[in-house]
C-alpha cells in the first residue's frame, strides 16, 4: 500500500507545488484548503502537511484533538518554529519551501512512521490476552472495552480488586492507535500522588510525572477513588484540556496521554466522574461462575509452564471445588491458587481438590467462620455479660467491622461509611455506642 500524504493549504499554487514535488515518491497525495472538511477526510494514518499562514498552531491542535497519533509536518514563518515543536509537530520547514528540503522531511516521516508500525506490531504481540468468557456480563465488558479503543475516550473502569480492572486497560491500549506509545501506571496510594502525575519543579527544571511521560500512549491510575478532591480537579482539567500545569506558578504543559482510571466505586460528586464518557463496570468472579474453571485452566497452562512442572490438569472433584468457591479474591486469588496447587501437587499431572484448596488463601464464609468458633461456646461458655449471645456476637462483629474499616480509611468516616454501606450520621452514632477512637475501639475506664 503506497504511502499518504494529506496536505492542508489555502494556497492553490503551494499546494501544486508540494505534489509536484514529492511526484517521484510513489505516494497518494490528498488535499483540502479547508479544515472541516480535511478534518472529515483525514484517517490520522497518513503525513500531514501543513500550511495556514497564521493559523498553523491552532489548526494543529485541532488535528492532534481529533487523530493525536497523526504525524504533522508544519510550513510557516521561522518564528512559528518553536510552537509548533512543543504543540508536537514532527518537523518544520520553512517559507518558501524548498523541494530538496520537503522530500527530506517527507522521507524522514514514512520512516519514521514505518518504524512506529513496526513497534505496535510488536507490542500488540505482547498485549495482554484475554480469557474468552461464557458469562453475559462479561461479554458485553469485552465489548465495551473493544468500543473505548476504537473511540479513542478516557475510561473509567469499576469493580472489585483482582477482576482484572488492569488487564482490560492495558488491552484497551493495546488496540488502540496508541499501541506504540507507553503505557504508564500510577499507583493511588503514593505518598505524593499529585506529584507522580503531574510532575514537580526543581532547580534542574521540571521532573516529569506520569501524564507527560505517557504522552502518546496511556496513563493508567489504578484506585482513583482515593484521589483527594483538589488532585481529582487537576486530573479532571487535564482531562478536559489536555494541558495541566506541574505545579502552581509554572508554565502550563501539554500531552496527549489518554486516561484510564480504575476504582471500586467513584462517587458521581468526585470532580473526575463526569469526565469519563466511557464507565465500564466489571462483574466479581462470584457473579460469572462459568467463567471460574475456564480461567483456571488458562492459569493452569500458564503456569505449568512458566514453573517447569511438566502439563496438568484439574481432576473433577477440583473443577467441583473451583465453580463452587466464591473467590473473594477474584481471579487474582484464583490464579495465586492455581499457582501454588502447581507447587504443592509436585510431580503429579492431576490437580486435586486438595491442592487447589491449599493454594488458596484461607477465605471462609461468615456462615462458616460462626459455625466454627461457635464450636467451642456450647454450654454457656461464652460471656455475654447481661445480654445474650445473639446480642454479643452480633455487637462484637459490628464494632470490628466499623474499626477495620477506619483503620483502612486512615479515620476518614465518609469513606468508611461508603465501605460499610451506612449513613454517615449512623455511622458517628455506632462510634459513639461503642467507643471508637481513631480506628480503634477507646478502651473502658475502670470503675
Partial sequence: MAPEVFVLSGDQDETAFI????????????????LSSALRALKGSELVILSFDGKNIETLREIRSYHPESVIVVADEPDSMNMAV??????????????????T?????????????????????????????????????????????????????LGERGTGREVIARSIHFNDARAGGPFVRVETHAPDVAADLFGTVTSKGIAHGAIMSASGGTVYIEGADRLEPAVASRLAAFIRDKRFVPEKGSEPLR???????????????????????????????????????????????????????????????????ILENDWPGNSSELKNA????????????????????????????????????????????????????????????????IEL????????????????????????????LYKIKNGRAAKASKS
Avoid: W
Fill in 19 to 34: 505534489k509536484n514535488s514529492l511526484a517521484g515518491r510513489g505516494c497518494e497525495v490528498r488535499s483540502s484548503a479547508r
Fill in 405 to 432: 474499616a477506619l483503620k483502612e480509611t486512615g479515620g476518614n468516616q465518609l469513606k468508611a461509611s461508603k465501605i460499610l454501606g451506612l449513613n454517615r450520621n449512623t455511622l458517628r452514632a455506632k462510634i459513639k
Fill in 105 to 157: 522531511a517527507v522521507r524522514n516521516a514514512f520512516q519514521y512512521m514505518a518504524y512506529r508500525d513496526e513497534l505496535s506490531r510488536l507490542k500488540r504481540a505482547e498485549a495482554p490476552q484475554l480469557v474468552p468468557s461464557r458469562n453475559r456480563e462479561m461479554l458485553r465488558v469485552l465489548h465495551q472495552a473493544d468500543r473505548a479503543a476504537a473511540k479513542n475516550v478516557p475510561v473509567l473502569l
Fill in 255 to 321: 500531552s496527549d496521554a489518554r486516561v484510564i482510571c480504575s476504582a471500586f466505586a467513584l462517587d458521581v460528586q468526585s470532580p473526575i466522574f463526569k469526565s469519563f464518557r466511557s464507565k465500564i463496570s466489571i462483574p466479581p468472579l462470584r457473579r460469572r461462575r462459568e467463567d471460574a474453571v475456564h480461567l483456571a485452566e488458562h492459569f493452569l497452562k500458564s503456569e505449568s509452564s512458566e514453573l517447569g512442572t511438566g502439563p496438568k490438569r484439574f481432576s473433577k472433584d477440583a473443577k467441583k471445588y
Fill in 86 to 103: 512543543r504543540e508536537g509537530a514532527f518537523d518544520f520547514l520553512e517559507k518558501p519551501l524548498n523541494p530538496v528540503k520537503l522530500n
Fill in 338 to 401: 492455581v499457582k501454588k496447587a502447581c507447587l504443592v501437587s509436585g510431580g503429579e499431572p492431576v490437580i486435586e481438590r486438595r491442592h487447589i484448596a491449599s493454594g488458596g488463601a484461607a477465605y471462609c464464609s461468615v456462615r462458616e467462620f460462626l459455625e466454627d468458633k461457635l464450636k467451642g461456646y456450647k454450654g454457656g461458655r461464652v460471656k455475654t455479660g447481661g445480654s445474650g449471645i445473639y446480642e454479643t456476637v452480633t455487637a462484637e462483629v459490628e464494632k470490628s467491622l
